[in-house]
């Protein structure tokens, strides 16, 4: 299969951070995106705006976390401000599609991840993204490809939207056995949990750089539910990560 570099049939504009004297909340200027804690499920949510834009996003332009973690992907709803923390990716419509760039890049977050560089925070140059290859197929291929890709999606939001409603019924049964935990109307005794486990200990105090594969799988308080751990938006961390925390955590 034949490859071309982004770089060929993208438009990349870095992100850059305006003055701050420039950011507010009274909706003047046009909405400012600073990374990926913006980013929603497909499009970010407002909550700051920039009446003195230094790097624009257009409407449907696809933007790209560059800082860690890097990979994350969102298209603009709008014209917008952004960041140092993102990039903007304009596909010529006359090479690739621009949902096909967003599922190919979709899967290319590891391999991103590992192309960062800092100390502080992992972040990703220019040249990394204008090096990425990408396929050369037809625009019937590329629709036909990114058709497939946005049905699993759905699929897959399907199913997380289930477990939810799941998760809040398990809730709403403990309660109804058992009452509130808080207000404890059956007068249940109460233990403390040093009564009633053999060990209490807590998990690292930072938080590693974690990858959506790799050798250990990396838990966190919002892997744990009601219902039992969470795996389907689990991240993962190398050896050399995982062996000080088990030691730490070990009996």
């Given at each position: 299969m034949k490859y071309i570099a982004l770089?060929?049939?993208?438009?990349?504009?870095?992100?850059?951070?305006p003055d701050s004297s420039s950011y507010n909340n009274n909706e003047d200027g046009i909405p400012f995106?600073?990374?990926?804690?913006?980013?929603?499920?497909?499009?970010?949510?407002?909550?700051?705006?920039?009446?003195?834009?230094?790097?624009?996003?257009?409407?449907?332009?696809?933007?790209?976390?560059?800082?860690?973690?890097?990979?994350?992907?969102?298209?603009?709803?709008?014209?917008?401000?952004?960041?140092?923390?993102?990039a903007a990716l304009m596909p010529d419509r006359s090479k690739m599609s621009l949902e096909f760039i967003y599922w190919f890049l979709k899967g290319k977050k590891v391999e991103l991840n590992s192309k960062?560089?800092?100390?502080?925070?992992?972040?990703?140059?220019?040249?990394?993204?204008?090096?990425?290859?990408?396929?050369?197929?037809d625009f019937d291929m590329q629709y036909k490809y990114a058709g497939i890709l946005e049905k699993i999606h759905s699929v897959i939001q399907m199913h997380k939207k289930e477990l939810d409603e799941l998760d809040k019924l398990m809730q709403a049964r403990f309660v109804e056995m058992f009452g509130s935990p808080v207000s404890n109307p059956m007068s249940w005794e109460k233990r403390t949990l040093k009564e009633v486990c053999k060990k209490l200990n807590d998990g690292t105090h930072?938080?590693?750089?974690?990858?959506?594969?790799?050798?250990?799988?990396?838990?966190?308080?919002?892997?744990?539910?009601?219902?039992?751990?969470?795996?389907?938006?689990?991240?993962?961390?190398p050896e050399e990560v995982y062996r000080p925390i088990f030691d730490r955590c070990k009996d």
């Open positions: 770089k060929d049939v993208c438009k990349i504009s870095m992100g850059q951070s995106f600073q990374g990926n804690a913006d980013f929603g499920e497909r499009y970010p949510i407002t909550r700051v705006c920039c009446n003195a834009p230094t790097k624009i996003a257009k409407a449907e332009d696809i933007r790209i976390s560059v800082r860690a973690p890097i990979g994350a992907l969102n298209f603009a709803k709008e014209e917008c401000c952004i960041g140092r923390g993102l960062g560089t800092g100390s502080t925070f992992k972040a990703i140059s220019r040249k990394v993204l204008e090096e990425i290859m990408v396929p050369d197929i930072f938080s590693p750089e974690s990858f959506e594969t790799g050798a250990y799988k990396y838990v966190t308080a919002k892997n744990i539910k009601l219902t039992g751990f969470d795996f389907s938006n689990i991240t993962y961390v």
